[in-house]
């Protein structure tokens, strides 16, 4: 059970912990032959739609530190584009790093990190040779056409040109410190000033305003999490349909 009322006490030691990690300790530099994307089937069957979102929960040691710091299994968030070819396409802020393994950018010639867009099936990978899944859970949530104007992709890919030249935040600490507070004299020590580099969340904050969706976000975008889009969606989006990795792909788990 995920609990929105996730602002508290901020314990001294994980901030000690994270003041001294260094994200370059998790990067790779070597290209990983291991991994296999793609490894799901169906995806054009469950009738998803631009302004669908995807979450996502990374088991890597740095995505179970980013649970841990979170208080909730995800790692990561996304929106869903269908293109007018009908493609299914994901356009997200992310570090793109699969233990080296770069996935392609859709219009690009090289792969690269920062706000890009995908194919979503390419998120349905291994990166040890089908042994197991890079992402343990996928959700895909769909958004209720009678309560939001859905958007164009044409419109979504408009913002994503505009964005496009965003970095991603690599720093782990500016990730933990949105999740929590701690006030002295009135005033949260743990809040960060935002800059140009953007979280996963933090797009979707600005995609959400941009296109006009009535969802109001607790937190300003630098200061939210992917909890927070999970949870504050329910009364817009349908419950999730959830894939696992099981004997070599992706499989549905739950489908509302």
Not at 49 to 60: S, Y
Request: proline content about 4%; hydrophobic content about 40%; aromatic content about 16%.
């Amino acid at each position: 059970m995920i609990d929105d009322n996730k602002k508290i006490y901020f314990p001294f030691f994980l901030i000690l912990f994270f003041l001294f990690s260094n994200h370059n300790l998790f990067s790779q530099t070597e290209k990983n032959t291991k991994v296999i994307t793609g490894i799901v089937d169906g995806l054009d069957t469950l009738g998803l739609k631009t302004g669908d979102l995807a979450f996502f929960q990374n088991t890597e040691f740095y995505g179970e530190l980013t649970q841990i710091g979170t208080l909730s299994p995800f790692t990561h968030s996304a929106m869903i584009v269908v293109d007018s070819s009908g493609d299914i396409l994901l356009t997200h802020a992310t570090n793109n790093d699969y233990d080296g393994f770069l996935i392609p950018v859709i219009g690009e010639k090289k792969p690269r990190s920062g706000v890009i867009l995908t194919k979503l099936e390419d998120l349905f990978l291994t990166i040890d040779n089908d042994k197991s899944g890079f992402y343990k859970h996928i959700w895909i949530r769909k958004l209720k056409d009678s309560l939001i104007s859905r958007p164009f992709a044409k419109k979504v890919l408009k913002l994503y040109s505009k964005y496009k030249d965003h970095p991603f935040e690599t720093s782990s600490l500016n990730f933990i410190l949105s999740t929590f507070d701690f006030f002295i004299h009135g005033k949260d020590v743990l809040t960060f000033s935002k800059d140009n580099k953007w979280m996963c969340s933090e797009y979707i904050s600005y995609l959400f305003k941009d296109l006009s969706f009535p969802i109001k976000l607790k937190e300003p975008p630098h200061e939210t999490t992917p909890v927070d889009i999970y949870m504050q969606i329910n009364d817009y989006y349908e419950d999730p349909i959830i894939y696992e990795f099981a004997n070599g792909k992706y499989h549905i788990i739950s489908n509302q």
